[in-house]
């Protein structure tokens, strides 16, 4: 039975997570945890690591290969059967801060981030897309939970709107601020140099994509022939994952209006600028400074390579 190091300290829940469904976890010794805050890299990482894992460039179902264990949309305890149905290592993804998630002896977290005015951008273009029926199990949830009690608001239409209220009242726009993007870079800032931790940028994905999953392989102790490496960095990128959405996401369209190709929109930074109030980005300047030290700052600004 693999060994819990530590149980979580907190609870988060949010009107899309809970740290509680990882209850039904079983964790197995070589499992591996791709955990962020929504948009930073979670789906660009699942593939990379599916493919270390596979060692092969062919495209597979990112949702299935890859349960996603603190969501609240699938009934109770279908992620967990999901996950214990699998053979292959495991990958599992989740969007709930470090110290929520229980720690298990050999268990591989690793940590997607990015610039927070990136990941609003991405945020925006994810949610104003989202079909009805997704807003009516959000409004379902969320009414169901005495937490919230009340019914799930459709994205505004004004990207730099989202951007205002997303700096002020993430609590509000997301459900929990444990689950939010200050208290979860925070928490997975600081475990850092937990030898079970990795940590990576996605600018430095963009910057150097082979190089980043090199070191990811090394970390995850996967060997991958010299060879096979050219075919795995080009599967990899997002020009080559886009032309394969409907086989990396065959049930997108249940989601987002447009399916896997609003899903990976653009993959680009920067996009925020001339879109986002010149006094809301110093809000942020403002924020960021209350809530991160220098080096987490300057890190999720410009990445470990920057």
């Not at 032309?243 to 190709?261: C, F, H, R, T, V």
Request: hydrophobic fraction near 40%; glycine fraction near 8%; charged fraction near 25%.
């Amino acid at each position: 039975m693999t060994k819990l190091i530590r149980g979580p300290s907190i609870e988060a829940r949010s009107r899309y997570f809970d740290s509680a469904l990882w209850r039904d976890y079983r964790p197995r010794p070589d499992d591996i945890i791709i955990a962020t805050y929504p948009k930073c890299g979670t789906t660009w990482m699942q593939r990379i690591v599916g493919m270390l894992v596979f060692q092969s460039d062919a495209p597979f179902p990112v949702q299935d290969f890859s349960p996603w264990l603190d969501f609240r949309f699938p009934p109770p305890g279908a992620m967990a059967e999901l996950a214990e149905s699998q053979t292959h290592r495991r990958f599992l993804k989740s969007h709930v801060p470090y110290d929520s998630l229980p720690i298990y002896e050999g268990v591989k977290i690793i940590h997607v981030a990015r610039d927070g005015r990136d990941a609003a951008m991405s945020f925006y273009n994810h949610k104003i897309h989202y079909t009805d029926d997704v807003i009516e199990n959000a409004t379902r949830i969320s009414m169901d939970d005495p937490k919230f009690g009340t019914p799930y608001k459709r994205t505004e239409s004004d990207p730099a709107g989202h951007f205002h209220d997303w700096i002020l009242g993430e609590a509000d726009h997301i459900g929990d601020p444990t689950c939010g993007f200050w208290y979860m870079e925070n928490s997975y800032w600081a475990a850092r140099h937990e030898p079970n931790v990795l940590l990576v940028h996605y600018a430095d994905l963009k910057a150097d994509l082979g190089g980043e999953m090199r070191r990811i392989a090394k970390f995850l102790d996967i060997e991958v022939a010299e060879t096979l490496w050219p075919k795995l960095i080009a599967a990899a990128g997002f020009e080559a994952m886009k032309s394969k959405a409907a086989e990396l996401m065959p049930s997108a369209g249940d989601i987002w209006q447009g399916g896997g190709d609003t899903f990976l929109h653009k993959g680009v930074n920067g996009r925020w600028r001339n879109v986002f109030d010149p006094a809301d980005l110093a809000l942020y300047e403002a924020k960021v400074k209350a809530e991160f030290s220098p080096e987490l700052a300057h890190w999720l600004e410009f990445g470990r390579l920057g």
